[in-house]
């Protein structure tokens, strides 16, 4: 199917570590994004990785994809309370434009 | 770089009303979306223009959306008549090109929809 898993909720401590999860659906995929939504915002890029990459890295961000299990993470170091928001990841199928969104995960980081 | 503009950012209608939104996307970017995000899922694209032209719209209820980027820039989405089920965000997002690496979507702040 063309269905993005991602888990609804996640809470973290601030300072800890945040692992957000999700599990796509083509293998053929190129590229796979994060994306960030704040209340009564729209979609704020975080990060992407290109498919034949294992790993990326950007300040507080790192990005593991492990494309045997077509699974794909985001860690946020140091969670702030400015980091609450609903995390999207998105695939982008070979030689096409269509982004395929996950349901997006709703992160609460409690102080 | 100012970023994908969208107006209004929200909109009150009757069912069976007409409504329109606009959208100003990127300086340079020729390919614009328009997505449709309901309560609790995640964006769903409604359609793509590359310049002004339509390349995908698969998924617009063409009985009563319709949308339009007459000089390659600004677009409109026109609902009409609107349903109660058209509540919800759309999104307007904009990229330098339509795949690879500058297909990268940049989105707007989204004007919130509700249908009473």
């Known amino acids: 199917g063309e269905d993005v898993e991602q888990s609804l909720f996640l809470s973290v401590r601030e300072g800890d570590s945040s692992v957000i999860n999700c599990t796509y659906t083509?293998?053929?995929?190129?590229?796979l994004y994060w994306y960030k939504q704040e209340p009564g915002a729209g979609l704020q890029l975080l990060t992407y990785i290109f498919s034949n990459m294992d790993m990326k890295q950007d300040q507080r961000l790192t990005v593991l994809l492990n494309k045997k299990d077509k699974h794909l993470s985001l860690r946020i170091a140091d969670t702030q309370t400015g980091d609450s928001a609903i995390y999207f990841c998105?695939?982008?199928?070979?030689?096409?434009?269509?982004?395929?969104f996950g349901t997006g995960t709703r992160l609460k980081v409690l102080a | 770089e100012a970023g994908v503009a969208q107006s209004p950012r929200y909109k009150i209608i009757e069912k069976r009303q007409s409504v329109a939104f606009w959208c100003n996307p990127i300086?340079?970017?020729?390919?614009l979306y328009w997505y449709q995000q309901i309560l609790g899922q995640g964006p769903k694209l409604l359609i793509q223009f590359q310049n002004n032209g339509v390349v995908d719209d698969s998924q617009l209820p063409k009985d009563r959306f319709s949308a339009e980027r007459l000089k390659g820039v600004d677009s409109t989405l026109k609902i009409q008549p609107a349903k109660l089920e058209d509540s919800a965000v759309y999104l307007c997002?904009?990229?330098?090109?339509?795949?690879?690496?500058?297909?990268?979507?940049?989105f707007g702040p989204g004007t919130r929809l509700l249908v009473l």
């Open positions: 083509d293998s053929s995929s190129t590229y």
């Open positions: 997002a904009s990229s330098l090109e339509a795949t690879g690496g500058r297909g990268t979507q940049y």
């Open positions: 300086s340079g970017h020729a390919t």
């Open positions: 998105a695939e982008s199928r070979q030689g096409t434009y269509k982004y395929i």
